[in-house]
């Protein structure tokens, strides 16, 4: 893990920072254009400094889950090539390294949290253990598409293109309309983002069953995207 972690960021001055200035850069433009009143955000329960960054930085990760996924076979082929790793340490290298991130990304949520008042130890629990489902999450769906994009590149392309539109309507930096309320509901990263940030509202506002939901169907997509990466890894080499 701490190799791949390394080759992430190999010449970059900054290293784990550019973890967290990607979607701190988006949250302060998105809270400037709120704040500035060019664009209208609704009603929310939470000041919006703290929706954005808490949400964000969850967004993020699940990308980053996505993405280590997707990417696990190019980035780790020499290592693969050159010696008997197995496909289960692969995915362990993925998960872990997602986690390893989120971390850090956790800690500044909290502190922008704590900063505009939201001080129940309760609810800021909460919002940390349940913002791991994010990792997982994006894992499960990039091992699913990892194989094929081996063979297929274009599909490297297309989760990647997917991604961007999906920012805007899974809850992220701006809250979902009512009349597309189902976005919520059927977009696992969405119900990931607002699991979590309801979370610091009160842990009784928590839609704990749709969660529950999602985290069984998530943990049958990463059984079934695991059962065809341990078969597929060799072939697509």
């Not at 009349?179 to 940030?197: D, E, H, K, M, W």
């Amino acid at each position: 893990m701490r190799r791949d972690i390394r080759a992430q960021y190999a010449g970059s001055g900054l290293g784990l920072i550019w973890a967290l200035l990607e979607p701190l850069i988006l949250a302060t433009a998105f809270i400037f254009l709120r704040h500035s009143g060019m664009i209208t955000i609704g009603d929310i329960t939470l000041p919006y400094a703290v929706y954005a960054v808490t949400s964000l930085m969850v967004w993020q990760t699940c990308v980053d889950g996505i993405n280590g996924g997707l990417n696990s076979i190019t980035r780790m082929r020499p290592l693969l090539k050159t010696t008997q790793v197995s496909a289960g340490s692969v995915v362990w290298v993925v998960i872990l390294t997602a986690c390893f991130f989120h971390l850090f990304r956790l800690v500044v949520a909290l502190g922008v949290a704590l900063a505009f008042g939201i001080h129940d130890p309760v609810n800021l629990l909460a919002y940390a253990l349940l913002s791991f489902l994010a990792p997982f999450f994006g894992v499960a769906i990039g091992l699913l598409v990892a194989p094929f994009a081996e063979l297929y590149r274009d599909l490297k392309i297309l989760v990647s293109s997917a991604l961007r539109p999906l920012l805007f309507v899974s809850g992220v930096i701006i809250p979902i309309p009512d009349q597309f309320s189902f976005l919520g509901v059927y977009n696992p990263i969405a119900v990931a983002i607002s699991t979590a940030r309801d979370a610091l509202v009160g842990v009784g506002r928590v839609d704990y069953g749709l969660a529950g939901l999602w985290l069984a169907i998530m943990f049958i997509v990463f059984a079934i995207a695991l059962f065809i990466f341990r078969r597929t890894l060799r072939i697509v080499l």
